[in-house]
C-alpha cells in the first residue's frame, strides 16, 4: 500500500508516532510482564525465579526466556503483550471473534507487516488534522471513497477504524454506502438495522460494539432503501454527523462507488474530509484525476490517495 499526500510519497511503513497526551497510558496503569504471566498462566514463584535465571543467563527478554522454557506459548506471551501495553486485540475466546473477517489484519495480524502500514496511514492522517485543528479549523470526519468497485475501499475503512480504536480513541466506523454495503459482512453483523432506518426515523437503530476492541463502535448501513442520495443530503444526517463528532474522537465513513452515483461527493461534503482508494491495474487513473480535482474545488479537505495493493 503507497500513499500519495499533496507533497508527500510514502514508500513503506514508517516507524509509528508517538502516542498522544491525551492517549497515553498513566506510568501508575504499568505492570511488569511477568506480572501478567503469572496471573494468566498461573505461574509459581519457582518457575518465575527460573525464568529470571535463564533471562539473565542468555541475556533474553522476560517473555522469550518464558517462551524457550516451555512454561507458555507464543500466543500466551502476545496476549499478555496486548494487556501489558493496553493494546485492545480480540482473541480466540472472545464471542463472535470468529465472524470477525480475516481481511481486518488489524485484528486478526496487528502486528503484521501490513498493519504496521496501516498504522503508517493513521500517523500520516493524524498529522494532517492536527495540522489542521492547530490552524483553528473545526474537526471533521473522514469519508473513504474509490471510483469503481472492488478497489478495497471498504476494507481499507474498516482496518483504519480498528487500528484508531487500537490507539485508544472512541471511534465510530459508519457505512454510508446504502446501495452496496459491506461493513456488516467484515464484522460479522447479521441483518442489520442501521443508517438508512435511522434517516427513515425507524425506531431501533443503534449502533454496535466489536468483541475486544471496547473503543470501536459500528453504525452498519441496514436495509436499502430506494432513494439513498436524497436520505443523505437530508439535514438529518447533518445533524446526526454533529452528534457523532461530538460523541466520538474518529468518525469513518464508508462510501458507494463515486463513479457509479453522486452519494461519495455529497458524503465528502458532509464528512469535511476525504481519502481516496485506487487499486495499481484495476483503477483508471484519468476518471480519479478528475474527481480529486473536482473535489478540491468543494469544501472537502482530501487527505490523499492511497494506491491498495492487498
Same mark, same amino acid.
Given at each position: 500500500?503507497a500513499?500519495?499526500?499533496?507533497a508527500?510519497?510514502?514508500?513503506?511503513?514508517?516507524?509509528?508516532?508517538a502516542?498522544?497526551?491525551?492517549?497515553?497510558?498513566p506510568?501508575a496503569?504499568y505492570?511488569a510482564?511477568?506480572?501478567?504471566l503469572?496471573?494468566?498462566?498461573h505461574?509459581?514463584?519457582a518457575?518465575i525465579?527460573?525464568?529470571?535465571?535463564?533471562?539473565?543467563?542468555?541475556g533474553l527478554?522476560?517473555?522469550?526466556?518464558?517462551?524457550?522454557?516451555?512454561?507458555?506459548?507464543?500466543?500466551?506471551?502476545?496476549?499478555?503483550?496486548?494487556?501489558?501495553?493496553?493494546?485492545?486485540v480480540p482473541?480466540?475466546?472472545?464471542?463472535d471473534t470468529?465472524?470477525l473477517?480475516?481481511?481486518?489484519?488489524m485484528?486478526?495480524?496487528?502486528?503484521?507487516?501490513?498493519?504496521?502500514?496501516?498504522?503508517?496511514l493513521?500517523?500520516?492522517?493524524?498529522?494532517?488534522?492536527?495540522t489542521?485543528?492547530? =490552524?483553528?479549523?473545526? $474537526?471533521? @470526519?473522514? #469519508?473513504v /471513497?474509490?471510483?469503481g468497485?472492488?478497489e478495497?475501499? *471498504?476494507v481499507l %475503512?474498516?482496518?483504519?477504524?480498528?487500528?484508531f480504536?487500537?490507539?485508544?480513541?472512541?471511534?465510530?466506523?459508519?457505512?454510508a454506502?446504502?446501495?452496496?454495503?459491506?461493513v456488516?459482512?467484515?464484522?460479522?453483523?447479521e441483518?442489520p438495522?442501521?443508517?438508512?432506518?435511522?434517516?427513515?426515523?425507524?425506531p431501533?437503530?443503534a449502533?454496535?460494539g466489536?468483541?475486544?476492541?471496547?473503543?470501536?463502535?459500528?453504525?452498519?448501513?441496514?436495509?436499502?432503501?430506494?432513494?439513498?442520495?436524497?436520505?443523505?443530503?437530508?439535514?438529518?444526517?447533518?445533524?446526526?454527523?454533529?452528534?457523532?463528532?461530538?460523541?466520538?474522537?474518529q468518525?469513518?465513513?464508508?462510501?458507494?462507488?463515486?463513479?457509479?452515483?453522486?452519494?461519495?461527493r455529497?458524503l465528502?461534503?458532509?464528512c469535511?474530509?476525504?481519502?481516496?482508494? =485506487?487499486?495499481?491495474? $484495476?483503477? @483508471?487513473? #484519468?476518471p /480519479?484525476q478528475k474527481?480529486v480535482?473536482a473535489?478540491? *474545488?468543494?469544501? %472537502?479537505?482530501?487527505?490523499?490517495?492511497?494506491?491498495?495493493?492487498?
Amino acid at each position: 500500500m503507497a500513499v500519495i499526500f499533496p507533497a508527500t510519497r510514502l514508500a513503506g511503513p514508517p516507524p509509528d508516532s508517538a502516542p498522544r497526551p491525551d492517549t497515553a497510558t498513566p506510568s501508575a496503569r504499568y505492570r511488569a510482564l511477568g506480572s501478567h504471566l503469572r496471573e494468566s498462566v498461573h505461574l509459581s514463584d519457582a518457575q518465575i525465579e527460573e525464568i529470571l535465571i535463564c533471562q539473565r543467563r542468555d541475556g533474553l527478554r522476560f517473555g522469550e526466556a518464558a517462551v524457550r522454557l516451555s512454561l507458555v506459548t507464543r500466543d500466551q506471551l502476545q496476549q499478555a503483550l496486548e494487556r501489558q501495553f493496553d493494546f485492545p486485540v480480540p482473541t480466540d475466546d472472545q464471542a463472535d471473534t470468529a465472524s470477525l473477517s480475516p481481511e481486518l489484519v488489524m485484528a486478526h495480524l496487528p502486528f503484521s507487516p501490513a498493519a504496521e502500514r496501516f498504522r503508517a496511514l493513521r500517523s500520516q492522517l493524524m498529522d494532517s488534522a492536527d495540522t489542521e485543528q492547530a =490552524a483553528g479549523m473545526p $474537526r471533521r @470526519a473522514l #469519508a473513504v /471513497l474509490s471510483m469503481g468497485l472492488g478497489e478495497g475501499k *471498504s476494507v481499507l %475503512a474498516a482496518n483504519l477504524a480498528v487500528s484508531f480504536s487500537q490507539l485508544g480513541l472512541r471511534t465510530l466506523l459508519v457505512d454510508a454506502n446504502l446501495r452496496r454495503p459491506r461493513v456488516h459482512a467484515l464484522f460479522g453483523i447479521e441483518r442489520p438495522v442501521g443508517l438508512g432506518g435511522l434517516l427513515c426515523g425507524r425506531p431501533g437503530a443503534a449502533m454496535y460494539g466489536v468483541p475486544g476492541l471496547p473503543r470501536l463502535s459500528l453504525l452498519p448501513a441496514g436495509g436499502l432503501p430506494p432513494n439513498p442520495l436524497e436520505l443523505i443530503e437530508r439535514p438529518a444526517f447533518t445533524l446526526l454527523m454533529h452528534d457523532w463528532l461530538e460523541s466520538f474522537d474518529q468518525v469513518i465513513v464508508d462510501t458507494p462507488a463515486a463513479g457509479a452515483s453522486a452519494d461519495a461527493r455529497v458524503l465528502a461534503t458532509k464528512c469535511g474530509a476525504a481519502l481516496l482508494v =485506487a487499486r495499481p491495474g $484495476r483503477s @483508471a487513473m #484519468a476518471p /480519479l484525476q478528475k474527481f480529486v480535482a473536482a473535489l478540491r *474545488s468543494g469544501p %472537502a479537505r482530501v487527505r490523499g490517495v492511497v494506491f491498495n495493493e492487498f
